[in-house]
């Protein structure tokens, strides 16, 4: 009988619901779709020159979406705990290549705090990049002038960002002695 019920259990938990989702932009120009099934979900921008496709059929049953202001739209995925895949759009730039795990987002420069390609620290990146610079700013996990908390399996996920008005990001993360700590970054995202 405990078997069945787990199993059940297990069926209710691991379907997804077959509902759409729609989220019109601030001005109702554009809009952001999604929608879940048992094969997967996908998510696109309706425009008015079309449908442009952000994912299709990805194995999951998380996905969020928000307009981040008028122009700037997030859509994103969860791939295990706590991996997160983010999309981004702006009319202007397009679709963005797929995003890792954003700790920080500055709408406003369209620019992300978020851990390296090569794993091995934090870095401001802008959500575009078209050539130029990679990074505008990074961080490894081994820098002393931080002293990260790099006993966690996954460092990035004792590190949260928060980015100020003026563009300016103020880190908090757990420290190597496992104290919360906060540091302003001088260094902030081009306007």
Known sequence: M??????????????????????SSP???ESISYICTDDGCSAWI???????????????CTVRAKWHSTRLAEVSFSCGSPCNISFFY????????PTHDVLALDAQRYCVLKPTDD?????????????GAEYYWRARYSDPKFGFY???AV??????????TVGRLKLSYLNKDGNNTAKLIDQKCPD
């Open 2 to 23: 405990r078997a069945i019920f787990i199993f059940v259990l297990y069926a209710i938990s691991a379907s997804c619901f077959a509902e759409k989702v729609i989220l």
């Open 27 to 29: 001005d109702k120009t």
């Open 46 to 60: 309706d425009t008015e020159i079309g449908k442009i496709s952000l994912f299709n059929g990805i194995p999951t």
């Open 90 to 97: 702006q009319k202007g730039n397009g679709v963005s290549k």
């Open 119 to 131: 794993g091995k620290g934090i870095a401001l990146a802008p959500i575009f990049y078209k050539g």
């Open 150 to 152: 790099t006993q966690s």
């Open 155 to 164: 460092i990035f996920s004792t590190i949260k960002g928060n980015f100020q």
